[in-house]
């Protein structure tokens, strides 16, 4: 067995522009905390595998308080971090995934493509599935005429940024149906931040919902 922190929908560096300057910096920075108390909860619980089901930043631009923040805890938490750029920290080039990648080297695994994806970490025996973002919108589900690789035993995991809701919708459309196809031992899901109907009744389908609420419509605990 081994143990899985699932996280998504932090959007740090959230611009909180109906807050004063010094009001909007100050929820930043408590934002920040967020990942500080990641780097706790892991060492405390002893954690095997991490898992970023997008949106972890509300947009393409890093703060460099930020950056150096998630870059510490990659290199600190001294176990994989997986990462699956959503609609809003969309994965480009030169995007901060993509030049972070040789500092962080084999400590964080980005998907990259629209396209599903597959990493094997062997140590833990396990298989971890996912795609990227690469715009605001991926309008066609990764899943839908994807061909799993061979299996090889492993623990399957799913790690994305997708929208259950809706089949027309702009951010990924993926449906139970097509999880269930794949045979996923937990799909790790990112996007929706309050937890509804649509996850599968057994446990196997999962949104974490949002770390800290941003607005009016994101009270109470929410992951």
């Known amino acids: 067995m081994i143990k899985v922190l699932h996280c998504a929908d932090l959007h740090l560096d959230s611009p909180f522009s109906g807050l004063n300057p010094i009001q909007s910096e100050a929820r930043r920075e408590e934002q920040r905390e967020l990942l500080r108390n990641l780097i706790c909860y892991i060492r405390n619980q002893h954690i095997d595998l991490v898992l970023i089901a997008g949106d972890l930043f ?15 805890l990659v290199e600190n938490c001294g176990i994989p971090v997986v990462l699956s750029p959503g ?8 995007c901060f995934y993509s ?11 980005v998907f990259s493509s629209p396209e ?4 094997d970490f062997d140590d833990l025996r396990v298989r971890v599935y996912g795609y990227a ?7 066609q589900s990764p899943l839908s005429d994807a061909v799993s690789p061979e299996d090889n035993g492993y623990i399957k995991l799913l ?26 031992d937990y799909a790790a899901l990112g996007h929706i931040h309050n937890r509804d109907e649509c996850e599968d009744s057994d446990g196997r389908v999962r949104y974490c919902g949002f770390a800290e609420g941003r607005s009016f419509d994101e009270l109470g605990t929410g992951g």
Do not use: W
């Open 116 to 119: 599903l994806q597959a990493f």
């Open 133 to 139: 973002f690469t715009s605001m919108a991926l309008m």
């Open 58 to 72: 509300d947009s393409r631009f890093v703060t460099p308080e930020s950056a150096e923040l998630f870059c510490t």
């Open 159 to 184: 790690c994305a940024h997708a929208d259950l809701a809706s089949p027309v919708s702009r951010y990924a459309p993926l449906t139970l149906a097509e999880i269930e196809r794949f045979g996923f």
């Open 99 to 109: 030049k972070i990648r040789t500092r962080l080297g084999d400590k964080l695994t």
């Open 87 to 94: 609609n809003h920290d969309y994965y480009t080039e030169n």
